[in-house]
């Protein structure tokens, strides 16, 4: 009787750890760009800065998960426009 509590707490203790790094790992996703970061994003991409002068023309707030997207759609976009140069 007293292993199966004890396994219990401990199942019920890891639970609560792995929820806590999941929801920390999605915080700091979540919050709002720097000025310096949506910066670094826009450095050398035309698409980029397009795509976040446009979010924040209609009043977006530009989120860190924003810039990962903006980033990686902007790639492929950013080679193509290299064909009309």
Known sequence: MNSKY????GGAIAALLIVFGLVSSLAGEVGAATVAE??????DSKC???MLQDANRWGQEIQRRDLKHVKDKCVTIDKQSKAFE
């Open 38 to 43: 949506i910066q670094s994003a826009t450095a």
């Open 48 to 50: 980029a800065r397009k």
């Open 6 to 9: 004890t396994a219990c707490v």
